[in-house]
């Protein structure tokens, strides 16, 4: 397996436009996390999905962003309209049931000007 | 969740033996320690995963004592390389449902 892939690696916009950050999890894998690393506030959990429902989203800083996950094999993170504060590096990643470890994708690094 | 208590950083020579210590004083019974290891630019990376006492994989050795109110994770004779941030998580099945959420991290620079 080619582990998490996430599309794009890098991502500059301007504020106002939409964003569509892209994931595509390990084969089999239940569970589907959107984590957002800054600086300033680390690795912060945004949503997670469990067979492609939604799970908890209360990490999902407000309505400008939003998550979806259409099928076992994709999902998406969504903000808009996009603002300079939601620069950051985005990370999916998957993980199969149980105790056991989760695989992140290299990530995406967003930048809004 | 349990909430991780680790130092925010740490400095080591190479070659030295390197001992990461994270305080989970709120464990649950059914919470497992997990560490992650993250280099710049990349996703954070399993090392190790453990339940109580020793574990011990071809990368890090984990110590947990009989309370499991924290737990130490052993780098052996590290290298530049594992100059990295270090995240300890407490966490396991809940209700039915998962979540892996990460704490701040210690951040281990080795010196040569």
């Known amino acids: 397996d080619a582990g998490v892939i996430q599309s794009p690696r890098h991502e500059v916009t301007e504020m106002g436009q939409e964003v569509t950050l892209r994931c595509k999890p390990i084969?089999?894998?239940?569970?589907l996390f959107w984590y957002r690393q800054t600086m300033m506030r680390g690795l912060e959990l945004l949503i997670y999905?469990?067979?492609?429902?939604?799970?908890?989203d209360s990490g999902m800083p407000e309505d400008r962003f939003s998550a979806k996950m259409p099928n076992a094999s994709f999902s998406t993170l969504k903000i808009q309209p996009s603002e300079p504060r939601d620069s950051a590096v985005y990370f999916c990643?998957?993980?199969?049931?149980?105790?056991?470890?989760?695989?992140f994708g290299q990530g995406t690094r967003l930048t809004v000007v | 969740l349990a909430k991780t208590t680790q130092p925010i950083s740490m400095d080591s020579y190479e070659g030295q033996e390197v001992n990461i210590t994270c305080s989970h004083n709120?464990?649950?019974?059914?919470?497992?320690i997990t560490w992650y290891q993250q280099f710049p630019s990349q996703g954070p990376r399993f090392i190790i995963q453990?339940?109580?006492t020793k574990v011990t994989n071809e990368v890090a050795s984990l110590f947990i004592p009989a309370d499991r109110k924290s737990s130490t994770l052993s780098l052996p004779r590290v290298s530049l390389s594992d100059t990295a941030v270090y995240y300890c998580?407490?966490?396991?099945?809940?209700?039915?449902?998962?979540?892996?959420?990460f704490g701040t991290g210690t951040k281990l620079q080795v010196i040569p």
């Open positions: 990643a998957s993980k199969p049931g149980g105790p056991t470890e989760a695989f």
């Open positions: 084969s089999g894998h239940d569970y």
């Open positions: 999905f469990n067979n492609n429902v939604p799970i908890d």
């Open positions: 709120n464990i649950a019974t059914n919470d497992y």
């Open positions: 453990g339940y109580k």
């Open positions: 998580l407490v966490g396991g099945l809940f209700g039915g449902y998962q979540k892996v959420t």
